[in-house]
């Protein structure tokens, strides 16, 4: 089946940018999404690309598309400790289910 | 408007009984997705109901089922309980099937089987 991969742990210092990085294997691929959990808490959708854009710019998150290479990545700029959580990636294509990665755990030091 | 409500959000069950987990959807949603989510295997789907249908359904036994009401606030069962369902139990809501916009989550409920 279609596969999801992510690296599983992030550390960032407060105040720098964190860049998390997921691969896809669906070609198929139409939809792209980060979604975020907190613990204790379900998943909450932090935005989503369409394949046929390249970047998606929203406040301090910044989506980046490369189709060629199915790779997928999320900054956060000026990370503060709010952002620790654990974000994962999906992706929708033709099987209409979306297929979520195993997700990164974001920890921001002081 | 209220989020995903998802009921009970803690259980404890024994092996080889049954249980019935509750999700209600975003005012407006009719579409429901479950997901299973275990620190081994991530999220995996279970299966997503619209209009009261089953219109999508994932790799689990015929041990796991659903359904789905007029209101479309949607129920999960799980017979014959083993330790492998320990999981936290995640329901998605959605405007419509097979949406490209992406899920609104519950807060999940965490079953323990003993």
């Known amino acids: 089946g279609e596969d999801v991969e992510q690296s599983l742990f992030l550390s960032v210092r407060e105040g720098d940018s964190s860049v998390i990085n997921c691969t896809y294997t669906d070609s198929s691929s139409t939809y792209l999404y980060w979604y975020k959990q907190e613990p204790g808490a379900g998943l909450q959708l932090l935005t989503y690309?369409?394949?046929?854009?390249d970047m998606k710019q929203d406040q301090r998150l910044t989506v980046l598309l490369n189709k060629k290479d199915k790779h997928l990545s999320l900054r956060i700029a000026d990370t503060q400790t709010g952002d620790s959580a654990i974000y994962f990636c999906?992706?929708?294509?033709?099987?209409?289910?979306?297929?979520f990665g195993r997700g990164t755990s974001l920890i921001v030091h002081p | 408007k209220a989020g995903v409500t998802q009921t009970p959000r803690y259980l404890i069950k024994t092996r080889g009984q049954q249980v019935t987990l509750s999700c209600s959807p975003i005012?407006?949603?009719?579409?429901v997705s479950w997901y299973q989510q275990t620190p081994g295997q991530g999220l995996q789907f279970l299966f997503e109901?619209?209009?009261?249908?089953?219109?999508n359904k994932g790799n689990f036994p015929g041990r796991f089922s659903g359904r789905q009401f007029s209101n479309s606030r949607s129920e999960m069962n799980v017979s014959t309980l083993e330790l492998g369902d320990s999981a936290l139990y995640l329901c998605?809501?959605?405007?419509?099937?097979?949406?490209?916009?992406?899920?609104?989550f519950g807060s999940g409920t965490r079953l323990t089987v003993v």
């Open positions: 999906a992706e929708k294509g033709g099987s209409y289910i979306p297929t």
């Open positions: 998605a809501s959605s405007l419509e099937t097979q949406t490209s916009y992406g899920y609104t």
């Open positions: 690309i369409f394949s046929n854009m």
């Open positions: 005012s407006g949603h009719r579409s």
């Open positions: 109901y619209f209009s009261e249908t089953q219109r």
